[in-house]
């Protein structure tokens, strides 16, 4: 993490998030985070879907603008409780969710939730906290490429799946 103490306050609510100006896909930023040896990645449960787990990730907001990878550690921290070191850059993904809109112009997110475009990062991770901004709300664990796909596909995220696809998470 870019910050010696990471803050054990997690930002909420969408009014300073940033949207793609040309499609209105809501900017989001995540980890890929694997073992050091790389045969493990750490899931999250969600938040909105309890019983579901999916990669830890959120809305990049205004003053990460200038830097993705700030945020995706940042969700990272907030919503896995861990910090480490991101190794690349993996390719973009976005939402394949039918009912989430692309939204041209004004909009409310409160009331309107559009696409997401994904910007993840592969992390390397060095240390999980006991205590962490979300550890009332969410578990997290680790898992095998098959089970992580398999959360994925329960979850019905396969732009997920494609995003470990792109990792250099074990796949045996």
């Known amino acids: 993490m870019t910050t010696n103490t990471p803050s054990m306050v997690a930002r909420e609510g969408r009014e300073n998030q940033i949207y793609n100006p040309k499609t209105g896909a809501r900017m989001v930023a995540g980890c890929v985070c694997l073992s050091l040896d790389a045969t493990q990645v750490m899931m999250v449960s969600s938040s909105a879907h309890p019983g579901k787990w999916v990669l830890p990730k959120g809305g990049i907001e205004r003053d990460e603008i200038d830097n993705y990878a ?10 896995a409780g861990v910090t480490g070191r991101i190794t690349s850059k993996l390719p973009v993904v976005f939402d394949s969710r039918k009912h989430a809109p692309v939204i041209k112009g004004d909009f409310d997110p409160h ?6 475009e994904f910007h993840f990062f592969e992390m ?4 999980k906290a006991d205590k962490w901004p979300e550890s009332d709300k969410r578990q997290r664990r680790w898992c095998t490429y098959a089970e992580a796909c398999h959360e994925l596909t329960r979850a019905k995220r396969p732009e997920l799946v494609e995003v470990l696809n792109s990792s250099r998470l074990a796949h045996g």
């Open 111 to 116: 009331t309107q939730v559009p696409k997401s």
């Open 70 to 79: 700030r945020a995706a550690e940042r969700e990272t921290w907030e919503e």
């Open 124 to 127: 390397v991770v060095d240390k």
